[in-house]
């Protein structure tokens, strides 16, 4: 299943993906990423820090917070799939207890810039063949 807003949006220079934050996702962008990653919009929601009622009441666009933390899981989770060959095991992944991560769940660590810094350092040392 492709998400085509996140996908054309990971595409587009970075001046474009800076103004599509600014003005905010899409509501349904977010109810399209819970899907593809085979989660609730309460527990994405959730692991992102943010207050699942709050996105349920949102009409037509996120806040630029909301949506850049959906573009940050978004990229991590593209980054999974390509790191380990397919979207079913990147989202197994993601919701699995890291050693490397403290015994962490991925997902869990996506709430702030620096949690995704580090889970994409996990997945660039399992990229190169590192036992992680």
Do not use: C
Not at 6 to 14: E, I, N, Q, T, V
């Amino acid at each position: 299943m492709k998400n085509s807003f996140f996908d054309d949006l990971y595409r587009a220079p970075g001046a474009a993906v800076l103004q599509r934050l600014e003005d905010g996702f899409p509501t349904e962008a977010f109810q399209s990423l819970a899907g593809r990653l085979e989660l609730t919009t309460k527990a994405l929601a959730s692991a992102l820090g943010l207050n699942d009622r709050t996105l349920r009441n949102r009409t037509k666009h996120l806040t630029g917070d909301e949506s850049e933390r959906s573009f940050r899981a978004y990229r991590v989770f593209r980054r999974a799939t390509e790191v380990l060959g397919d979207e079913g095991a990147a989202r197994l992944w993601m919701i699995t207890p890291q050693i490397a991560l403290g015994q962490k769940k991925p997902i869990e660590l996506l709430v702030r810039d620096v949690g995704a810094e580090n889970v994409l350092n996990v997945l660039a040392g399992i990229d190169d063949g590192g036992y992680l």
